[in-house]
């Protein structure tokens, strides 16, 4: 059965689609990988995801945000945002950082946003998002080539 995910911890069923999202430990299917190495390097309220739409079977892997203070739980899916892992590059000092960068387009989960601290500017050189373009809720430095 090529579509199943196998070991996604909690299954968020949506009006719209199904979110599902993965604990450490789980396995992690390839689409998802990329994101899971990121996320792996960050403390436990980043957690890989994958969220398909009822019209659609594709499944696209995105990071599920809890705020500060809650974890992952079955039902529970208040405050949670959705976003994307981007590569970014500072305007100013060229520093380059993994970004997780916040899908407000996403029903639900985008009008969340208010429950999560944005990280605004280039932590490396400290000039300000006007001026570094960088602007995500977590940045870890890229290491290696
Ligand atoms: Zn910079």
Same mark, same amino acid.
């Given at each position: 059965?090529?579509?199943?995910?196998?070991?996604? %911890?909690?299954?968020?069923? @949506?009006?719209?689609?199904?979110?599902?999202?993965?604990?450490?430990g789980?396995?992690?299917?390839?689409?998802? %990988?990329?994101?899971?190495?990121?996320?792996? %390097?960050?403390?436990?309220?980043?957690?890989?995801?994958?969220?398909?739409?009822?019209?659609?079977?594709?499944?696209?892997?995105?990071?599920?945000?809890?705020?500060?203070?809650?974890?992952?739980?079955?039902? /529970?899916?208040?405050?949670?945002? @959705?976003?994307?892992?981007h590569?970014l590059?500072?305007q100013?000092?060229?520093?380059r950082?993994?970004?997780?960068?916040?899908?407000?387009?996403?029903?639900?989960? $985008?009008s /969340?946003?208010?429950?999560? %601290?944005l990280?605004?500017?280039?932590?490396?050189? $400290?000039?300000?998002?006007?001026?570094s373009?960088? /602007?995500? @809720?977590?940045? @870890?430095?890229?290491?290696?080539?």
């Amino acid at each position: 059965m090529p579509d199943d995910v196998p070991g996604a %911890r909690w299954r968020f069923a @949506l009006a719209w689609g199904t979110l599902e999202v993965f604990a450490d430990g789980d396995t992690i299917p390839a689409v998802l %990988r990329p994101t899971a190495a990121v996320l792996a %390097r960050l403390d436990g309220r980043f957690r890989p995801a994958l969220l398909s739409y009822h019209r659609s079977p594709t499944r696209i892997p995105l990071a599920a945000v809890w705020p500060t203070g809650l974890v992952p739980a079955e039902n /529970q899916l208040e405050g949670v945002v @959705l976003a994307e892992v981007h590569d970014l590059t500072c305007q100013c000092c060229a520093a380059r950082f993994h970004g997780v960068y916040p899908d407000g387009g996403i029903p639900h989960f $985008g009008s /969340q946003l208010s429950a999560h %601290r944005l990280v605004n500017g280039c932590p490396s050189c $400290g000039s300000d998002f006007a001026r570094s373009r960088i /602007q995500s @809720l977590a940045l @870890l430095p890229v290491t290696g080539h």
